[in-house]
Nanobody, 115 residues
């Protein structure tokens, strides 16, 4: 059973930066598509950034130029570097791994952006 564990959330300042990490229990980071989602209170969960197994990267328009998704295959970890934070980025952030056969979610990490 694959487990995904997010970390790095917390309180961020407007204009500041945070880096989220998603550590996988199995060697799936290089073989699966990996994504970061977020869900704010009262809103639907949305895909923020994805990184396919072949290296394609996509971002939701609201974070383009500010967020960067990356992975370290040796550490089985995916990262989300978040720069120029603003209060609209306040959400619970979830990591997801998926293939044609299965998918896995992490438990989420809270990010709050406030001065």
């Amino acid at each position: 059973q694959v487990q995904l564990v997010e970390s790095g959330g917390g309180l961020g300042q407007p204009g500041g930066s945070l880096t989220l990490s998603c550590a996988a229990s199995g060697r799936i980071v290089s073989r699966y598509s990996m994504g970061w989602y977020r869900q704010a209170p009262g809103k639907q969960r949305e895909l923020v950034a994805l990184l396919t197994s072949s290296g394609d990267i996509k971002y939701v328009d609201s974070v383009k130029g500010r967020f960067t998704i990356s992975r370290d295959n040796a550490k089985n970890t995916v990262y989300l570097r978040m720069n120029s934070l603003n209060p609209a980025d306040t959400s619970v952030y979830y990591c997801k791994a998926w293939s044609n056969l299965d998918s896995y979610w992490g438990q989420g990490t809270q990010v709050a952006v406030s001065s």
